[in-house]
């Protein structure tokens, strides 16, 4: 079972729809860092991964 997290969750101002998956933690966080670059964050920081990780649910 992979796992998923919605951007709107992490970020509601976004309004963005995207859904972020990935088989593992792991691969989540390494495409929501990628999913980031297209809002044009260029650093994560820190808090932005606690809030991904905080709204992870599995798929």
């Known amino acids: 079972m992979g796992k998923v997290v919605d951007c709107a969750k992490v970020d509601p101002s976004t309004g963005c729809s995207h859904v972020v998956r990935g088989e593992t933690e ?3 966080m390494k495409n929501a860092q ?4 297209e809002h044009g964050l260029v650093e994560v920081t820190p808090e932005l991964m606690e809030r991904v990780r905080a709204n992870i649910r599995d798929e």
């Open 26 to 28: 792991e691969a989540l």
């Open 34 to 37: 990628e999913h980031a670059k």
